[in-house]
């Protein structure tokens, strides 16, 4: 996991050094930059009227071109970047999507229940025309969109009761806006009753309203002691201009930090002294000016700070975040890590999806988890100075110009969809590229999908059918409860996953293979019982052609055990034998062997290798590794003596 971490950050170093290159090259090419100021006067007049389309300035009954020109100047200094933004906007014509609403309980989850954003929804009376036509809503939602008012139509002939509870008798148009200042507060539902239905005076009727919430200052005194109140809310972010009430994006920002931050617009036009402005730190007008406990900051200064919705929301978040954001954040970096397994994971095709799908289900799983107990602690009063001091220091950060270069490649990068994916990809075929130079001598990774779904599936009956192994003995009650491989399916959780611990190889016998001494006296004694015959010799060896050991042997019939081989050495009920049949080769003196609970004798190195790859069995009876063998009965027994 730390290896995707580390190339993680790697694909932001990258994805930071291009954008850098991409500024680079329109200075080269064109010799401005993204924060390169504009002057208004050199703009055509449809570009002015395309600046205050974005800022949400009404234009309307201003013919001349100094006119709009000034009210531009008024609303805020313009950069290259967001002229460049709101030309390709006005390019983009799709259409924005609008909710059509089913009825009574689909309207009151949507608009009623949502207690941060703004609705425009348009009813259309049974038996009735809509009061917009097709083309004019449609270029409604698409001048709303831009804000963040979301759009919706609501037929009455699909609830004509709701209607008539509602007095909506006539077709008309609905805004919905929060009533109160608090987070989560009332919704009170607005209704059009202008004359004209033009696109620009339905669009100044939802500005006005939505303006109406904001804090607006027109006295210096009113200024100085709303400055110096220690409020409740820490966060202020002021708007200085000579404006008759502040743009549409202003407004509707306040609908979105309500309850985070407070929006406090100061209108300027007839002050004459503004040795009050100079005294708080504001030097110039238009200014946006973030006030915190730690001091001002003038927005605009900083790299990516336009005069756009997008543009200042991406700061708000980042100065002022909400629980849902610090989520949304970690859900995006945790799923960019899983994604890298399908380039880090080397063989078939199939293993990479399939390793790719079982890691995303983890790291989401274990993120989901991990951010219970957060919530839970957040909740805690005597955390309030905890939370409070980690929004000071995020602060602090967000406000450096490292943090404005990261900022700005976001909105970049989130603009351009398809050169994130691109670079994404490109960075992913270089891991795989290293990784495949780094593993060039593991074999497994030229496995075919054949291949390897095969080893998948031997692994999964494998594990599906084993019992759970114990640490300290060998014993299971399989044979005893025939159920149980029906309780372990009721529970997946106990064979979806390998249930067998390699623990229990540290606990099988392992001696070493000598050679017996050459006296004969020595060697008869060791085969021998107390009463001189050899039926308990006799006795293991039935045992041991029984269990099929490829080298055992057989006293009575054929003389005698091999005389170069010790076996009191070697642990009671083990088959006797000199070979491995993992490797084919002979015991050599004083080698490591080891015995399994089926009682078949093995090189110690090769049994281990066979075992710590998975294979939880004995190669040559497939008996279960871990498990140990019940007692078979003999196939003679000793004659009693006469």
């Not at 504009?38 to 449809?46: A, C, E, I, Q």
């Not at 909710?99 to 949507?110: A, C, D, K, N, Q």
């Not at 497994?444 to 019992?467: F, G, I, K, R």
Request: hydrophobic share 40%; proline share 5%; with cysteine.
């Amino acid at each position: 996991m730390w290896w995707k971490l580390f190339f993680l950050l790697l694909y932001f170093f990258m994805l930071f050094i291009l954008a850098r290159f991409f500024e680079a090259i329109v200075w080269y090419e064109t010799g401005i930059f993204a924060t390169q100021l504009v002057d208004p006067v050199t703009l055509s007049f449809k570009k002015l009227k395309t600046i205050l389309e974005c800022r949400g300035l009404g234009y309307s009954g201003l013919a001349e071109k100094r006119d709009v020109r000034e009210l531009v100047e008024n609303s805020g200094e313009l950069m290259q970047g967001e002229l460049y933004s709101a030309l390709k906007n006005e390019e983009q014509t799709g259409s924005d999507s609008s909710t059509t609403f089913s009825g009574e309980m689909h309207f009151y989850e949507l608009v009623e229940d949502t207690k941060d954003g703004i609705w425009l929804v348009q009813v259309i009376a049974q038996d009735r025309n809509p009061l917009l036509s097709t083309a004019n809503w449609g270029k409604m939602v698409q001048k709303v969109s831009q804000f963040g008012i979301r759009t919706g139509t609501f037929n009455c002939s699909s609830d004509s009761r709701y209607c008539h509870k509602r007095g909506w008798m006539k077709s008309t148009l609905i805004m919905s806006v929060p009533q109160t200042y608090a987070s989560k507060g009332k919704v009170m539902l607005k209704e059009y009753n202008g004359r004209r239905i033009e696109t620009e005076h339905i669009f100044k009727w939802m500005t006005s309203h939505v303006a109406s919430r904001i804090k607006t200052i027109r006295l210096s005194e009113q200024l100085m002691d709303d400055w110096y109140q220690m409020d409740k809310q820490p966060v202020k972010m002021f708007l200085f201009a000579r404006l008759l009430q502040p743009p549409a994006f202003f407004s509707a920002l306040s609908i979105k930090f309500t309850g985070r931050i407070e929006f406090i617009f100061v209108d300027v036009r007839n002050w004459d002294n503004t040795t009050c402005l100079e005294e708080i730190g504001v030097q110039q007008t238009p200014s946006y000016i973030l006030k915190t406990p730690e001091g001002i900051y003038r927005y605009g200064n900083s790299t990516g700070e336009f005069i756009s919705l997008h543009a200042m929301d991406a700061f708000l978040r980042s100065v002022q975040p909400e629980v849902n954001d610090l989520f949304i954040l970690s859900l995006v970096m945790v799923n960019l890590m899983a994604w890298m397994d399908l380039f880090i994971t080397q063989g078939a095709t199939i293993k990479r999806f399939v390793v790719l799908i079982s890691t995303l289900g983890t790291y989401n799983s274990l993120l989901i988890i991990s951010w219970l107990p957060i919530l839970g602690f957040l909740q805690l009063p005597y955390l309030d100075s905890f939370y409070e001091y980690s929004l000071k220091l995020l602060r602090y950060a967000d406000t450096t110009t490292i943090a404005s270069w990261v900022r700005a490649d976001w909105t970049f990068y989130s603009s351009h969809p398809a050169l994130f994916l691109s670079t994404y990809l490109a960075h992913g075929l270089l891991i795989d590229y290293f990784e495949k130079k780094r593993r060039c001598s593991n074999e497994d990774q030229n496995a075919n999908n054949l291949e390897w779904l095969s080893s998948l599936w031997d692994w999964y009956t494998s594990y599906l059918v084993h019992p759970i192994a114990s640490f300290q003995n060998f014993e299971s009650d399989w044979d005893d409860d025939p159920n149980f491989l029906l309780e372990r399916l009721a529970f997946p959780d106990l064979w979806l996953h390998p249930l067998v611990p390699t623990d229990y190889i540290k606990n099988l016998p392992t001696w070493k293979f000598r050679l017996a001494q050459p006296e004969g006296p020595n060697r008869q004694t060791a085969t021998t019982n107390a009463n001189g015959d050899s039926s308990g010799e006799q006795e293991a060896h039935h045992e041991v052609l029984d269990y099929g050991c490829p080298a055992a042997t057989q006293s009575e019939e054929s003389g005698g055990e091999e005389p170069d081989t010790d076996w009191s050495q070697w642990p009671c009920g083990m088959l006797h034998c000199t070979e491995c049949v993992v490797c084919l080769e002979n015991f050599e003196t004083d080698c490591l062997v080891m015995g399994l609970p089926c009682s078949h004798v093995f090189h110690q190195q090769c049994i281990v290798v066979w075992l710590a790859g998975g294979r939880h069995c004995c190669p040559v009876c497939r008996w279960p590794s871990y498990k140990k063998r019940p007692a078979r009965p003999r196939a003679t027994q000793p004659l009693e003596p006469e």
